[in-house]
Nanobody
Framework: QVQLVESGGGLVQAGGSLRLSCAAS????????VAWFRQAPGKEREFVAR????????YYADSVKGRFTISRDNAKKMVYLQMNSLKPEDAAVYYC????????????????WGQGTQVTVSS
């Protein structure tokens, strides 16, 4: 079992930065692929970024490529999402998710989810 707790959300002006953190419990966390998803009001949940279990491979949605960076520290059981040049359209609840298998960008591929952290971007 893995429990995920996100933090780091908040209110930021357009063009600003935030760093989201995902703290995990569970002895086998280092073997899980981890992703960030987001969901804005009235919209479907969408994939943002993911990182392979060892951190060697990262993938991003086109909408955040070049602005967001996903990273992980398996020793600390942490995954991060550095978000730069934030836009109003980035505002959403951001969720951390972990998969026991090699996963892609579909939410159904992930077994564990956090409760989410709110990101608000003012224009």
């Amino acid at each position: 079992q893995v429990q995920l707790v996100e933090s780091g959300g908040g209110l930021v002006q357009a063009g600003g930065s935030l760093r989201l953190s995902c703290a995990a419990s569970g002895r086998t966390f280092s073997s899980y692929d981890v992703a960030w998803f987001r969901q804005a009001p009235g919209k479907e949940r969408e994939f943002v970024a993911r990182i392979s279990w060892g951190g060697a491979r990262t993938y991003y949605a086109d909408s955040v490529k070049g602005r967001f960076t996903i990273s992980r520290d398996n020793a600390k059981k942490m995954v991060y999402l550095q978000m730069n040049s934030l836009k109003p359209e980035d505002a959403a609840v951001y969720y951390c998710a972990a998969s026991t298998r090699v996963a892609g960008g579909a939410g159904r591929e992930y077994d564990y989810w956090g409760q989410g952290t709110q990101v608000t971007v003012s224009s």
